[in-house]
């Protein structure tokens, strides 16, 4: 055998492995592709598609709706506006025993009085603003309204001292789009279930759908910019100008974030505070779970993986040295308790392990101070918004995943079929 023929038969050799290996990898690398294009189609929807309104609503319905803002860099207050748009947002006028409304003829269907029983709502785009004297006297009847009020309260308590009522004046701005002030009281939005009626103008599909959005009360956001010796800045101000759309928003510099961002800088802050360690974010399909997450009538249903298609990255986690995050949106859904518990803990559950957030109140940025409450800044608002999508944007419980394999059977006893064993 000489050289030459052992060289020509080794690479030879060579080439033919050469080969296969190309041809194995092709393959491996085609059938990766292929199942990676494929699979999505054999997984159930509900695992990558929002399957409910709940769902979408946290983003595309009430998402452009809400905006908030600290007033300048130096001023503690917070402003909650909402951004509304005709045929979009579902809007009630409805008296409160100390605001009373006037409205002209034609509109006087869109508010309700305190003795109606319906919430009467309409998606038609109409604002409430200090009377105007206009084709409609608005001024003229409102000052009657107020004598006849200012009467009637001194003939029900003749010892009291007059109450001061506001009156507004129900318009319509004869514009699409709006930016507005409306009383929230710490909630931004109710869900529309029952004991409501739609006067006109219920386009969409989902204005039909429970679970609907609106908003009470809402007067027109106004604004003027003001200079001092020392500041800068602006101040909501019936007399002062309209903001005229979302571009306007935003351009102004006025600091406004909507709640997606809001939502997804809590998403941020529940990453680097570290909540993850001490908390986790998933119901276990296991009895433990179901029933700590739950409440005394039903338990929580288990996680589905489509709860968490809007966020960019999610923290299952692995420890529970507090309790779990997943339905918390449902079990605490009070922003008071959030605010005095990110304060300080232990005031609300006592002998608590959780490190007091201070940082997220405006007073105290090195949360050093122990004696008064700060004012809640843009980071709680932000981890608040972010804790409150956990658990409402549940699958109802009829087109759940986990239906038949849920261990406590909890469409049955949300339906009331069987009882919470414990
Ligand atoms: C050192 C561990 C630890 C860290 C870090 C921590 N927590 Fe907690 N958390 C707890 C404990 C323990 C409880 C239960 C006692 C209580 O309510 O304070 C709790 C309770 C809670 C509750 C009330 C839950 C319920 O169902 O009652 C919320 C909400 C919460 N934490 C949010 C957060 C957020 C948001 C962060 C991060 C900014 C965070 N926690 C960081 C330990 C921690």
Not at 51 to 76: A, C, G, H, L, W
Not at 84 to 103: E, H, M
Not at 120 to 148: C, E, H, I, M, Y
Not at 250 to 270: C, D, M, P, Q, T
Request: hydrophobic share 35%; aromatic share 12%; glycine share 6%.
């Amino acid at each position: 055998m000489s050289n030459e023929e052992h060289h020509e038969h080794f690479s030879h050799r060579i080439e033919g492995s050469a080969i296969v290996t190309v041809i194995g990898i092709l393959i491996l690398f085609a059938s990766a592709v292929i199942v990676t294009l494929m699979a999505p189609r054999f997984v159930d929807p509900s695992w990558t598609q929002p399957t409910s309104y709940y769902q979408v609503q946290m983003y595309e319905v009430s998402d452009p709706n809400f905006y908030i803002s600290t007033e300048s860099k130096e001023s503690r207050t917070l402003q909650y506006i909402y951004h509304l748009k005709n045929g979009f947002t579902l809007l009630a006028f409805k008296d409160q025993p100390l605001v009373r409304i006037v409205a002209p003829p034609d509109l006087e269907k869109y508010v309700t009085r305190l003795k109606d029983k319906q919430l009467k709502l309409t998606s038609r785009l109409l604002l409430l603003r200090k009377p105007v004297n206009g084709t409609f006297k608005a001024v003229d009847a409102a000052a009657k309204l107020r004598q006849q009020l200012d009467a009637d309260f001194a003939k029900e308590h003749p010892d009291v001292a007059k109450t001061d009522y506001t009156i507004l004046e129900l318009y319509d701005p004869g514009r699409t789009e709006a930016f507005a002030l409306a009383l929230t009281d710490g909630v931004f939005e109710n869900f529309v279930d029952r004991d409501f009626t739609l006067v006109e103008g219920a386009k969409q599909s989902w204005h039909q759908d429970p679970g609907v959005i609106y908003v009470s009360n809402p007067q027109e956001y106004r604004y003027l910019k003001y200079k001092t010796t020392l500041s800068e800045g602006w101040r909501y101000d019936p007399e002062g100008s309209a903001i005229k759309n979302l571009e306007e928003l935003n351009h102004l510099n006025l600091g406004f974030r909507s709640r997606k961002e809001l939502i997804a800088l809590g998403e941020h802050i529940y990453a680097i505070e570290g909540c993850w360690y001490c908390h986790t974010d998933q119901t276990r399909t296991l009895v433990q779970d179901t029933v700590l997450n739950g409440s005394d009538s039903y338990p929580a249903p288990p996680s589905s993986p489509n709860e968490y298609i809007y966020q960019a990255v999610t923290y299952p986690g692995t420890r529970r040295i507090g309790p779990d995050m997943s339905r918390v949106g449902i079990k605490r859904p009070s922003r008071d308790w959030h605010k005095s518990h990110f304060w300080a803990p232990r005031t609300e559950s006592k002998g608590s392990l959780m490190p007091s957030f201070k940082h997220f109140f405006d007073d105290d940025p090195r949360g050093t101070s122990s004696s008064q409450a700060g004012i809640p800044n843009y980071k709680f608002e932000a981890i608040f918004q972010y804790l409150m999508t956990k658990g409402t944007r549940i699958t109802p419980p009829t087109q759940a995943w986990w239906l038949g394999r849920d261990p406590v059977n909890t469409l049955q006893i949300i339906e009331g079929r069987a009882k919470v064993v414990r």
